[in-house]
Every structure is written in structure tokens, then in C-alpha cells.
């Protein structure tokens, strides 16, 4: 190899050092990008899990008071004045209240009672009570 080999025809700089003889820098390796979580919905569409941890309530649903309304309404002769079955399902819920039960809407009324009422107007549409006389809950 000869002297003349050594450096550069374009910029007479040692092929070393000049940007012409060296072979271009290899590109940096990227890394493939990672994957990105994918959001998956709480319940499959594919499987038929169950779930495992219970749903905890702050307040009771209507549901839970439709039999409890009946059978308060059955044992009074299936008619009862509101504030008597109001009375009564206090009684007979006072251990199974839930905390919240017991804070009040943004009406003011409380949370157990507004579900009652809502329960009541279920089991009406479901055909087990009729509206009758207001402020009287009647079974059909």
C-alpha cells in the first residue's frame, strides 16, 4: 500500500480521518417499540368467568326490598299506610342497613326509603301492587 492510498483525492486528509474514506457509521439498531397495553373491557366477550370479588354496595338496592315490601303488606292484610310500611321495613332492616342507607339524597330523604319507594313503583309496573288511595300502599 502506498502513501498516496492513505489519503483522501477529494479533501487531502488521511482516509482515517476524512469523512470520504471512512465507511458510513452504521445506523443505530432502534429497539421494536413495546407494545402498548391494551385496554381490556371488565368483562370478556369470549370467556364465561364469573367474578370473584363481590360488589360492594354503599346503599341497598330496590331490588333486595321488593320481597321484604310484600311480605310486610301481606302480614297487615295487604294494605298499609306509608309511614306504617316505612315503620315496619325499619324494623325489620335495622341489622341489615347498609352505612349508607342511612345519608340522605340531594332531596333530603333518606337513601333506604327513596329505594323503597322505587322498589314500590317495580312491583306496581310488575303488576303485584296498584297506586289505590295516595299515601296507601295496597297490594293487587
Do not use: N
Request: positive net charge; charged residues 30%.
Amino acid at each position: 500500500m502506498s502513501a498516496s492510498d492513505d489519503y483522501c483525492e477529494l479533501c487531502d486528509l488521511p482516509k482515517s480521518q476524512c469523512v470520504h474514506g471512512r465507511p458510513p457509521a452504521p445506523e443505530p439498531v432502534k429497539a421494536p417499540p413495546k407494545p402498548k397495553p391494551r385496554k381490556t373491557a371488565t368483562a370478556s366477550r369470549t370467556t364465561t368467568t364469573t367474578r370473584t370479588a363481590p360488589v360492594s354496595r354503599r346503599w341497598t338496592p330496590p331490588d333486595a326490598l321488593k320481597p321484604l315490601i310484600v311480605t310486610v303488606l301481606e302480614d297487615a292484610g295487604g294494605e298499609l299506610e306509608a309511614d306504617q310500611v316505612f315503620r315496619e321495613l325499619e324494623t325489620r332492616l335495622e341489622d341489615r342497613l347498609l352505612p349508607g342507607d342511612r345519608e340522605t339524597t340531594p332531596e333530603g330523604e333518606l337513601r333506604w326509603r327513596y329505594a323503597a319507594r322505587r322498589a314500590r313503583q317495580a312491583l306496581i309496573s310488575e303488576g303485584l301492587m296498584t297506586k289505590g288511595t295516595p299515601g296507601v300502599w295496597t297490594l293487587a
